[in-house]
């Protein structure tokens, strides 16, 4: 059975550092892109960027970039998704996904982990 | 980056009614595109992709349809379980853009 199993809710000050994670199972990770979405209250989702576990090739929305980094440990199957200087706008729920093969969409997805940043 | 524009925003139907949401698409995607249904503090499910083609588990009342830009989903009739929020979503390119969502409650 796959499944993709995200760390905990996080709350944390503005200016701090923060490092999500997102591992996957029952299937062989590092061979499917892994993606990371971000939903703000009430919003759509946003797609933050993706990563192929296999390479650590790493592909980053234009809105996104600079502001996150995505990386991944194939050993654990693991993706990762990181601040190192957090906002109160990044204050939302970060979902990790698996991108179904040959396709973008996404049938397998993590429980969500909501950021909160507040001072 | 392609925009993806979502109607109704709202709609209010009963149980039993037949409800069609649109999708469009600000330039063509072929059949590249999903809908997801979202309830309230759950991750979002996939119910279709390839435009037209059910993901595994989804009830048939659900169908999609269309290519290009202009895209449907069609609930042939409504049950209380389907109270959610749906959104399309391109992945006609890596970066797969959402829609920003058709919300379905209750009349």
């Known amino acids: 059975e796959v499944q993709m199993v995200q760390s905990g809710a996080e709350v944390k000050k503005p200016g701090e550092s923060l490092k999500i994670s997102c591992q996957g199972s029952?299937?062989?990770?590092?061979?499917?892109?892994i993606g990371w979405v971000r939903q703000m209250p009430g919003k759509a989702p946003e797609w933050m960027g993706i990563?192929?576990?296999?390479?650590?090739?790493?592909r980053y929305s234009p809105s996104f970039e600079g502001q996150v980094t995505i990386s991944a440990d194939k050993s654990i199957n693991t993706a990762y998704l990181q601040w190192s200087s957090l906002k109160a706008s990044d204050s939302a729920i970060y979902y990790c996904?698996?991108?179904?093969?040959?396709?973008?969409?996404?049938?397998?997805w993590g429980q969500g982990t909501l950021v909160t940043v507040s001072s | 980056e392609i925009v993806m524009t979502q109607s109704p925003g709202t709609l209010s139907v009963s149980p039993g009614e037949r409800v069609t949401l649109s999708c469009r698409a600000s330039q063509s995607v072929s059949s590249n595109l999903a809908w997801y249904q979202q309830k309230p503090g759950q991750a979002p499910r996939l119910l279709i992709y390839?435009?037209?083609t059910r993901a595994t588990g989804i009830p048939a009342r659900f169908s999609g349809s269309g290519s290009g830009t202009e895209f449907t989903l069609t609930i042939s009739s409504l049950e209380s379980e389907d109270l959610a929020v749906y959104y399309c979503q391109q992945y006609n390119n890596w970066l797969g853009t959402f829609g920003q969502g058709t919300k379905v409650e209750i009349k």
């Open positions: 990563i192929y576990p296999l390479d650590s090739d790493t």
């Open positions: 390839a435009a037209s």
């Open positions: 996904a698996r991108l179904d093969a040959s396709r973008g969409s996404c049938f397998y």
């Open positions: 029952g299937y062989t990770f590092s061979t499917y892109w």
